[in-house]
């Protein structure tokens, strides 16, 4: 697919000023130009032209809010004045895989003031011996060489990749997750009163039948108690009999 249609598809019925991210990879170019690409990307923030058979960046437009360039794996040699003039606010540029032999190709970026990131991967200008103290010398501006800083200390995702993350999303991250944790503490806590419930309500249920079952052995008490009585006294209708003492009484008499 050739870059002025594949720039088309990338628009979904957006107009280029609404557009502030533009990935182009692996679409072809004609003649190794920059094309569909105008100043009307006057939003743009990343442009990304990773193996579209580059040789030349001459007809890239201004474009002041861009920050992020990908032009890897494409045959571009120099020309990198046309950055300097047109992508003032750039602040990570890959030019990995390119057709770069010397530093003094390199020299227009020092007119980069806000340049951050550089990645030459994979470039012949890679091998020589004093590769990377000469590009720290000549772009004193630079933090991160090939993902490294002067130190050697590899670059933080943020920093490397200039994801563009910034201290309102890392607060609003921070927010959400004290949010979260909050609402695991309560959950927690529910659980723990739940617990308590259930085991009152075990111990209100042991209680409650030992007392039943004393209940009914008093009841129990009782009516074995009746029962003798009822057994003791003469039954309902019938005489009572006559001991032989009260009979002798009588014949006394």
Same mark, same amino acid.
């Given at each position: ?6 720039v ?7 107009s280029?000023?609404?557009v502030?991210?533009?990935v ?10 920059i ?5 009307e990307f ?22 002041d809010?861009l ?12 020309g ?20 770069f032999?010397?530093?003094s190709t390199?020299e227009?970026?020092k007119?980069?003031?806000q ?6 991967f994979?470039?012949?200008v890679?091998?020589l ?12 501006q630079?933090?991160y060489?090939?993902?490294y800083?002067?130190?050697d ?9 200039g994801?563009g ?18 609402e ?10 739940d *617990? *308590?419930?259930s085991g009152?309500?075990?111990?209100g ?5 030992v *007392?039943s ?19 003791s ?5 019938q005489?009572r009999?006559?001991?032989p003492?009260?009979e002798?009484?009588e014949?006394?008499?």
């Amino acid at each position: 697919m050739d870059m002025k249609k594949r720039v088309s598809l990338e628009l979904r019925h957006r107009s280029p000023a609404e557009v502030q991210e533009l990935v182009l990879d692996n679409c072809r170019s004609s003649e190794g130009k920059i094309e569909g690409i105008t100043e009307e990307f006057s939003n743009l923030e990343l442009l990304s032209l990773i193996n579209v058979g580059l040789t030349s960046v001459a007809d890239i437009p201004k474009l002041d809010k861009l920050k992020k360039l990908e032009l890897s794996d494409n045959r571009i040699s120099g020309g990198l004045e046309v950055l300097a003039e047109r992508l003032v606010n750039l602040t990570h540029l890959n030019l990995s895989g390119n057709k770069f032999k010397d530093i003094s190709t390199l020299e227009p970026l020092k007119k980069l003031p806000q340049l951050k990131s550089l990645d030459l991967f994979n470039c012949e200008v890679t091998n020589l011996g004093d590769y990377r103290d000469s590009i720290f010398t000549l772009l004193p501006q630079l933090t991160y060489l090939d993902g490294y800083d002067v130190e050697d200390c590899e670059a933080s995702d943020s920093d490397g990749e200039g994801d563009g993350v910034d201290d309102e999303e890392v607060e609003s991250e921070e927010l959400w997750e004290e949010e979260e944790e909050d609402e695991e503490e309560v959950v927690a806590e529910e659980d723990h009163d739940d *617990d *308590d419930d259930s085991g009152d309500d075990e111990d209100g249920g042991v209680n409650g039948e030992v *007392d039943s079952e004393e209940d009914d052995e008093d009841d129990e008490d009782e009516d074995d108690e009746e029962d003798n009585d009822e057994d003791s006294s003469p039954a309902k209708g019938q005489k009572r009999k006559r001991d032989p003492e009260d009979e002798d009484d009588e014949d006394d008499e």
